[in-house]
């Protein structure tokens, strides 16, 4: 389960949270538009460039107090019902983000919720709630959530996968796991060898044994031991995790592309980004302390 804070923050499109559990007539949290009213969370003000606290507005759906749910409130017997919603940044009170924001229940409930103001008893009114959970998802956001990237990362990659790497995690954000695992994978097929190249070249790695197996790779592309292998020789600052993070890399492209659901793609395509960014930020960063003691060194030799 998450909280609303956190779903308004950072959910994607058509990702479902329960934001709600045990659902009863006097445990009924979001089982209406008002509830949802005056909420504050944490979002990015493209007014101030930084993330703010905003207040929600339902607009005039917030305005009522309700005895019962209303009965085009539900679907079925279902709670499912969509509205408007207006963040509004309580630093610069001018920058403002538009939700469609979708309300089910994963079980039958009641329409009661105050048993003391309720004077009517209708058919749904007796219907037993058992342990059910809302369930909330954004069915549009406006301004779209922009793509943010990690520049180091961007210019590690060829233009190419620089576009699959923008597009995968375009992806991500959008909620498209399958679209967003094709693009990660692409990118570990293409720059797994560049990666093992510039980790060759990091001062602590062993040079020789890593090209050795890049030798022996490019005589038999088809033998995978360099990526077995390559953990012997790389610095410790990319052994740190425990594991062998280009191997970890290098598997993920032997697994079917549709043997996971959606979410779970997404997941995985996540994940994936992740670990890549950790290596090239490892590469970097060792590289940029050379460059800077090299300069050192230079001045004072002068």
Known sequence: MTNLQTFLS?????????????????????????????????????????????????????????????????????????????????????????????????????????????????????????????????AGVFPEVSVKINKQVLKFFSREMSTF????????NDNYGVGALAYFRRIIENELLKIIEEIRDLPDSD????????????????????YTHIIEYM??????LGHNPIKLLYNQTSEGLHSYTENESKERAQEIRMLLEFVIIRINEEKSIVKDIKEIIKNLKS
């Open 10 to 138: 950072e959910s994607v499109l058509y990702q479902k949270q329960i934001i709600f559990e045990n659902y009863s007539a006097d445990n009924n949290d979001y089982s209406t538009p008002d509830r949802f009213n005056e909420k504050t969370f944490e979002y990015y003000c493209c007014h101030e460039d930084k993330n703010t606290t905003f207040k929600l507005d339902v607009g005039e759906v917030g305005r009522y107090s309700y005895s019962r749910i209303p009965e085009e409130y539900f679907n079925g017997e279902h709670l499912d019902f969509t509205f408007n919603a207006i963040g509004k940044c309580q630093s610069c009170n001018k920058f403002s983000v538009y939700f469609l924001l979708n309300v089910t229940s994963d079980k039958p409930i009641s329409d009661i919720i105050s048993m003391h103001e309720v004077n009517l008893f209708t058919d749904r009114s007796n219907i037993d709630v058992d342990g059910a959970n809302i369930i909330i998802q954004k």
């Open 165 to 172: 790497y923008y597009k995968g995690v375009k992806c991500i």
């Open 207 to 226: 040079k020789t044994m890593i090209q050795k197996l890049l030798d022996e790779h490019s005589a038999n592309p088809s033998v995978s031991t360099i």
């Open 235 to 240: 610095p410790n600052s990319l052994k740190i």
